[in-house]
């Protein structure tokens, strides 16, 4: 090591337009940094694009290919608008969860720029998908590309065969429903192109008798369900509502309900990003801070780019007070850095706070601790277990109770002694996407009746749905095929139905 | 170990289908928005992009969320005045204090319009759509009005104005090489043969005379080849190419009398404009004359058109002379495609009505592509309106409308340059 660090005396030269020699001479030693702190990664695929290219890709969520909708042009349109005029800039990067990782450079970056982007996005991010549980329950890097691409040419085989309107008004009603599609306490099959063909057509044949179980009129099967007055359907309820509906829907045709299984794989692909905002962001800042400042330890970076990194790194990590105009909520980059380096120095430079409040990691190797961090935990538990008073007290972090029946704001828990397990507790909750979002059943299907669908909200801590759940109810109903219900389940154990929608079939085939 | 691949020539435009797609899903909200673009804009303006806002609940994409309500804890950062179980006053608006703001925005419900840019085309697109102007097909391609002049090689005969000196030449001098080269070869060879008797013989060899004369005789046969001939002289030809006719001239008529107050001029104005945007959009060049008048009428320029306040009574037919006058001094020589947009409030001296239609239906509209007559007045039609009703079944070219006020203008427009399918 030493006798290499001698060889390098000479910095990389660091111009301000890249070039691709130079990218690819800054990418070997990051590389070679990244492996000597033992990063895991996917191997890197880094594209470079043009500033609109980006916006192109930010439109269809991130992804190199997707199928085509309206919702994609109006979220380009934003982007370009305010990209245009200067409201806001472009990410430097965008990276995906896929094998190989694909990581996009935008042109317009200097060369300092590029290199950061190299160490946040081909080496933390890359790092934090191949490692962190969630993303190995929920995606599957190697079959995301084939996926896209075999959904996208899926729904334009509908769209020629059915009509673009007909293709269009579904995947409205399906992204209404895009955060609802994931069982959370059961894992996903994993996905393959291949096996996805196959089984998709077996799946179009076969599903469409399951679903006649809704309306099976034997008589064996009357006698047996008047017996049982009070049979439910489903037995239990269900959260996954896109799911229960991809299967049981009684009016949809097998490819709508093959349409309907895509973008719940694809908005369960997003499920684990909904929930390491602080964990990815932080730990990506982390080893773009860590692995540029090796390099420039080593010699090999020069004054001024560092001065140009640590202006960009700076601007990301910053944090406004909540009393000030541009306070958008904590910046998950700010908080996650923070979080990562506080348990590096609790390993490596443990308090007596520290030992007090974190036994298990004052002192340990910080390596061991950061994999065992990165890979078992989301935001929620990262949270609950990692943040330690010093945070705490670095970002003057206070809860706020915001109480409707009561007139004013309560401060529950500041940064001191007695406040920062509260503190901490509430700030873990306020992460947790299940207290976040409205809990939210697929509660009873009347089969004896009119086949009308009930959806139950469990209110929690009287927090109401917002007046956006009556549009999604008609996207509801128009899956389902016939009325739906939305109750909800008030926490005193009164039941109150909030809205209710009746589909009329013939009117919406004829449209 | 690591790929990089340079992306940036490829495909530019992803996401033009999903804009596409936006546009035809909202084409309504933006057709309205055009329209109301339209009504408050000067001429100059119209050239340009447009943006369009449509309100945001018409496209937002619903989800499930929580709503405003119930109990909420959160954390911020920046603590600086607080000790738990302080009481703090709710912030009013959304501004300032912060705190209590973080559950407000999980309803992800803006109120404001969603806005974004049409480009020029896409602007003119949407306004033109499903226009077009009549028998537009037939002026363009089937009714050949100017030629172009394109070299086509040469020719042999032609004006002497053409005369190409070089190929002439040329051709002459092939002739003269080609008569001459008998001659040529039996003067060499003579030549020789003198040379060859010089050696032994005198002077004044009977032999050598005889040569000699032969060979005088040779060089004026030879002097006699004309050095250029009539049938050695090449012309430049030069063929006529038809040309489909690309230029209009669109005279804008208005009456300014002191019946027509401001916001008939403003309705008035807002047509012309309409017309002249849509023949911009077919003809590369277009001129346009202004024509006002009262009882006299003048031709001027935009401003004055537009801007100058006259008053007094009204003889339209002054007005349709000039316009006759114009016509035919400066646009009838088949270069031109004309276009005639008269706009009144109808209100005519009585004996004068008839004088105009039947200027109109001898002198003009037969010369026209198309003219067209709105009548701007709030009430009953006037005493032009009846007159120009005789015109209609006569004349395809001729068309008329009644406006009330600024926001009939769009829909008359349209109704006036509905696509026919003759």
Known sequence: MSAKRQKRKQPLPAPGEWTFELIEAYHVEIDRVARSYGLDTYPNQIELITSEQMMDAYSSVGMPVNYHHWSFGKSFLQTEKGYRRGQMGLAYEIVINSNPCIAYLMEENTMTMQALVIAHAAYGHNSFFKGNYLFRQWTNADAIVDYLLFARNYLSECEERYGEEEVELLLDSCHALMNVGVDRYKRPAKLSLTKELTRQRERAEYLQSQVNDLWRTLPTQQIKTQAVETRRFPPEPQENLLYFIEKNAPLLEPWQREVVRIVRKIGQYFFPQRQTQVMNEGWATYWHYTLINTLFDEGLLTDSFMMEFLHSHTNVVYQPAYNEPWYRGLNPYALGFAMWQDIRRICEHPTDEDRYWFPDIAGSNWRETFDFAMRNFKDESFIAQFLSPKVMRDFRLFAILDDDHEGKLKVSAIHDEAGYRKVREILSDNYNLGSREPNLQVWNVDLRGDRSLTLRHQAYLRRPLSDAADEVIKHVARLWGFAVKMEVAHEDGRIEVLYERHQDRRKTDKN | ?422
């Open chain 2, 1 to 422: 170990m690591v790929r990089i691949i340079d992306r940036r020539f490829d495909s530019k435009n992803k996401s033009a289908v999903n804009r596409q797609r936006f546009m035809r899903r909202f084409k309504g909200q933006i057709r309205e928005a055009v329209a109301d673009a339209i009504a408050g804009r000067s001429i100059k303006d119209l050239d340009n992009g447009e943006s369009v806002s449509i309100p945001s609940k018409d496209l937002s994409e619903p989800q499930f969320h929580h709503g405003k309500g119930g109990i909420w804890e959160t954390v911020f950062t920046g603590n600086d005045q607080f000790s738990s179980g302080d009481q703090i006053n709710r912030p009013q608006g959304g501004g300032g204090g912060g705190s209590g703001k973080g559950k407000a925005s999980k309803d992800g419900e803006g109120e404001d319009d969603f806005v974004f840019n049409l480009s020029r085309e896409e602007f003119l697109d949407v306004f033109f759509d499903d226009l077009a102007l009549p028998n537009l097909v037939k002026t363009q391609l089937a009714r050949i009005q100017e030629y172009k002049n394109q070299r086509a090689g040469f020719t042999n005969d032609g004006t002497p104005a053409n005369i190409n000196v070089v190929r002439s030449l040329r051709g002459a001098l092939g002739r003269r090489l080609a008569l001459a080269s008998p001659y040529q070869g039996r003067l060499r060879e003579l030549q020789k043969q003198i040379a060859e008797l010089l050696e032994t013989r005198p002077e004044d060899d009977p032999e050598i005379i005889r040569l000699k004369d032969e060979i005088g005789i040779l060089r004026a046969k030879i002097e006699a080849i004309p050095f250029i001939d009539s049938f050695d002289l090449r012309y430049n030809n030069r063929i006529k190419i038809p040309k489909p006719t690309t230029q209009a001239v669109m005279f804008c008529i208005m009456d300014v009398s002191g019946s027509m107050d401001e916001g008939k001029k403003a309705t008035a104005k807002r047509f012309f404009m309409l017309l002249y945007l849509f023949l911009t959009r077919t003809y590369e060049h277009i001129e346009v004359v202004f024509i006002r008048h009262h009882t006299v009428a003048k031709e001027v320029n935009e401003e004055d058109f537009f801007h100058s306040r006259e008053s007094g009574g009204t003889v339209v037919s002054s007005a349709i002379e000039l316009m006759k006058e114009i016509l035919h001094q400066r646009y009838l020589n088949g270069a031109w495609n004309v276009y005639g947009a008269q706009a009144s409030d109808g209100d005519n001296w009585e004996n004068d009505s008839p004088h105009c239609r039947e200027l109109l239906s001898t002198a003009i509209l037969p010369f026209l592509q198309y003219f067209a007559y709105i009548e701007i007045t709030p009430g009953e039609p006037q005493n032009l309106w009846r007159e120009y009703e005789k015109l209609v079944g006569a004349h395809a070219n001729f068309a008329m409308q009644h406006i009330e006020g600024l926001p009939d203008i769009y829909p008359v427009f349209r109704e006036l340059f509905k696509k026919k399918l003759a």
